[in-house]
């Protein structure tokens, strides 16, 4: 039984035949890049994933899945890609390469969203439809339950202290944020934040986290040592998820309601700019590997965008399937701070 990985985010079509060449042969950065990689994309309202090939930005093929698809996420051994299928309950493993099954792992329950603590000890996967939170103990091959924990309403998204110690949970129906101690699976405490929580990003040295205010139209700043809410970063209305942009300064964070995606400047808390011209629904992304193009699912409007960073345009989308959700590619710009998302 091979050991098993998990996540996700997209580049853009490459203009002439050496940057196609760079790309195959893993010269353009990131990591090494293999002659058959495709972005991965989760097409959650049609339970099956669309395959894009990145030099020519075009649809390839397609491979079945259970149920709701959201959210996925590469195992630690870079061996696998897990699609986690909330509906079905059960996990996929699929090569992070061609999107091809390896195997599936029934008995999940509700696996909405996903993550493994730094460490690689701890499989977390949050249950939006059951209001629970599965902690899992991960020995390199398969989760095993440690214990299920009743959190209500509606746990959305997760992230982790680079200790591995804690697991930020946001409740999206109940406007809070959870902290759960890992090694006793128990909740430390509650924080009421605003409307629909959604993803969580923690600012590099464990400083803050940021989370994405989807019934609002900004970004929450939380002193999570302190339990404060410190301030709130306007963005655009339903501000969702989070994408490092790799430049020890900027993160992305999508507004899934105004259709823009906003820059902030994590390093003091303030937003530089804004994308515009997006389709509707902005959602996850992806940052190809020379971190010029920012991909985009839309989940609205059953499109992938690619966006070049230098200009702040959207260039380029690729029809895909019903509410696109979560993408991935194998030679993506590495994330530098703990984010399952």
């Known amino acids: 039984m091979p050991d098993f ?10 203009k002439n035949t050496l940057a196609a060449a760079l790309l ?14 495709k972005v991965i994309i989760l097409d959650s309202g049609e339970a099956k994933l669309t395959l894009i090939d990145q030099a020519t930005r075009t ?50 329950e509700d696996p909405y969203q996903l993550g493994f603590s ?3 000890k701890w499989f ?3 249950g939006l439809r059951l209001d629970r939170v599965d902690v899992y103990r991960y020995d390199g ?30 409740l999206q129906d109940t406007g809070e944020v959870a902290a759960i101690d890992l090694a006793t699976q128990t909740v430390l405490w509650k924080l009421h934040i605003g409307s629909t929580p959604a993803g969580i990003w923690m600012t590099p040295g ?13 970004v929450a700043v939380v002193d999570w040592r302190n339990h404060t809410l410190v301030k709130k970063i306007p963005t655009g209305r339903g501000a969702h998820n989070f994408r490092d942009l790799d430049d020890g300064k900027h993160v992305a964070v999508s507004n899934r309601v105004e259709s823009t995606i906003s820059i902030l400047d994590y390093t003091n808390l303030t937003k530089v700019g804004d994308i515009t011209g997006l389709r509707p629904g902005p959602d996850d992304m992806e940052l190809s590997a020379d971190k010029r193009y920012l991909w ?33 590619f194998a030679n993506s710009a590495p994330v530098r701070v703990p984010n399952p998302d």
């Open 24 to 37: 195959v042969s893993g010269l353009a950065g990131g990591s090494l890049a293999h002659a058959d990689d």
């Open 296 to 328: 985009v699912t839309f989940r609205f409007a059953k499109h992938v965008g690619i966006i070049d960073l230098n200009t702040r345009q959207l260039i380029d989308t690729i029809a895909v399937g019903r509410s696109p959700h979560g993408i991935y």
């Open 118 to 120: 730094p460490d690689h």
């Open 59 to 108: 649809v390839v093929g397609t491979q079945p899945t259970g149920k709701e698809p959201h959210h996925l996420m590469i195992t630690p051994d870079g061996k696998s890609l897990i699609v986690a299928d909330s509906v079905s309950n059960d996990l996929l493993f699929v090569d992070p390469h061609t999107g091809q099954l390896q195997r599936r792992l029934d008995g999940i």
């Open 206 to 218: 464990d400083k803050y986290l940021l989370i994405g205010m989807t019934g609002e139209d900004d």
């Open 5 to 14: 990985p998990i996540f996700s985010i997209t580049s853009a079509r490459l």
């Open 141 to 170: 091959q398969n989760p095993v339950i440690a214990k299920r924990i009743p959190l209500a309403k509606t746990p959305s998204h997760i992230n982790f202290t680079s200790d591995s110690k804690i697991a930020f949970v946001t």
């Open 124 to 126: 977390v996967t949050a």
